[in-house]
């Protein structure tokens, strides 16, 4: 499901959201000042990336840069990749645990103590 991107004209507030049909763009309203007079940033939909999508362009064998680990999203691909190639369901847990090790790596620590 594509998430688009949107400007407000009113606020010049930026918000992103999924649509799921043609209706919901209709009736989409800005988070912010509740204007509908909005633009569709169509450009910048290219540059996001779903984690699915993340997960199946990830090569585990690849080579990676310093780049790969600065970014924070990709923190755990690798575990999850594998347990995808093995079918392996990781959990919601799993999924709570990378979420807190991404947005705040310090609390894994402290949880553990
Ligand atoms: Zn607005």
Same mark, same amino acid.
């Not at 940033?41 to 290219?46: D, E, G, H, K, T």
């Not at 924070?72 to 755990?76: E, M």
């Given at each position: 499901m594509p998430i688009y991107e949107y400007a407000c004209r009113r606020c010049k507030g930026e918000f992103q959201t999924l649509i799921m049909s043609v209706s919901d763009e209709e009736t989409l309203i800005c988070?912010?000042?509740?204007?509908? @007079?909005l633009d569709r940033?169509?450009?910048?939909?290219?540059y996001h990336q779903s984690e699915r999508d993340r997960l199946n362009s990830y090569d585990p064998g690849a080579r990676r840069s310093d780049s790969f680990y600065k970014d924070? @999203?990709?923190?755990?691909l690798q575990a999850k990749k594998r347990a995808q190639q093995m079918g392996v369901d990781l959990g919601s847990g799993f999924e709570s645990k990378l979420e807190k090790l991404r947005t705040d790596p310090g609390s894994i620590l402290r949880d553990s103590e």
């Open positions: 988070p912010t000042c509740g204007s509908r @007079r940033l169509i450009s910048r939909v290219a924070s @999203r990709n923190i755990g």
